[in-house]
């Protein structure tokens, strides 16, 4: 879950005014948690308070979801969602937003198999985003996490995402002068795979997210994701990040790493 907390905090300050450049400071005092880090946290207290069986994962991650989201109302949440956050009875809307991918980081630390992984990201993810391609974004990022932190290279990772989910049939180079914002799975979850798949360590991979501009916290938070488990997180990082958290937020990412220690590899 770190990976994707900080990706999305360095990002913050970039999603509305883009900045198409690896050259910035990197967690700058003008950045924040967003919705990403937010609903990150509470698929981690969903699945850290839910049945050893998971089979109330989905209400669980639906009640996280609205509690958190309750308690931080300045999110930046999507609209649909953010009306979602308060219905009494909450259904899934058909949605394939990049939400889906950003939030979805902790099933891969749960999960002991790819099928696993399979079924808990989809229990996590239908409650809102149950279109086939907000599905398709999530678990792409789940796997892919699930991949880098159980050992496979990098090339087998991109062979694996190329095979089942996206043809990444680009660099960032090719896209970089015209990618534009866009809150859709199909365009942030295979551009934030290629920046990973184009880095050289965690904070070069974040940085290659926000370089191309687009959704920056959310890119980056998907990036940071995979990124984190791939090449952990540095030290300096790892504790620059916990100033920009609240307590009750420190909490959950703590009882996390606790349970699922290779989290915080």
């Known amino acids: ?4 907390i900080i990706g999305d905090t360095v990002g913050s300050r970039f999603e509305w005014d883009n ?18 880090s937010f609903m990150t946290l509470a698929i981690g207290a969903a699945l850290l308070r839910c049945k050893p069986d998971f089979n109330d994962l989905s209400a669980q991650a639906v009640q996280w979801m609205q509690e958190i989201g309750r308690a931080y109302p300045d999110g930046c949440y999507g609209g ?14 058909n949605s394939f937003g990049n939400g889906s991918a950003m939030r979805v980081s902790a099933v891969a630390y749960v999960g002991n198999s790819e099928q696993q992984v399979k079924e808990l990201c989809h229990a996590v993810t239908a409650v809102t985003h ?20 159980t050992g496979s290279d990098m090339a087998d990772i991109r062979r694996y995402i190329c095979r089942n989910y996206y043809d990444l049939n680009f660099t960032l180079d090719d896209i970089w002068e015209d990618y534009l914002f866009n809150e859709t799975c199909q365009e942030t979850v295979p551009q934030a795979l ?12 974040v940085r290659n997210a926000i370089s191309i501009g687009g ?4 890119l980056a ?36 790493e606790n349970r699922y220690p290779d989290s915080a590899k």
């Open 1 to 4: 879950m770190i990976g994707a």
């Open 130 to 149: 149950n279109h086939p391609e907000g599905l398709k974004g999530a678990e792409a990022t789940a796997m892919a996490i699930y991949l880098a932190r």
């Open 194 to 205: 290629q920046a990973f798949f184009e880095s050289t360590g965690f904070e070069d991979a």
């Open 215 to 218: 959704d920056s916290d959310t």
């Open 19 to 36: 900045n198409k450049s690896k050259k910035f400071t990197f967690l700058h005092p003008e950045c924040f948690l967003t919705d990403d």
């Open 80 to 93: 649909r969602f953010a009306q979602w956050l308060y219905e009494s009875n909450p259904q899934p809307y």
């Open 221 to 256: 938070a998907i990036t940071g994701s995979v990124a984190a488990a791939y090449y952990g997180v540095p030290t300096e990082i790892r504790q620059q990040i916990t100033e920009y958290m609240d307590e009750f937020q420190l909490s959950i990412l703590q009882e996390f």
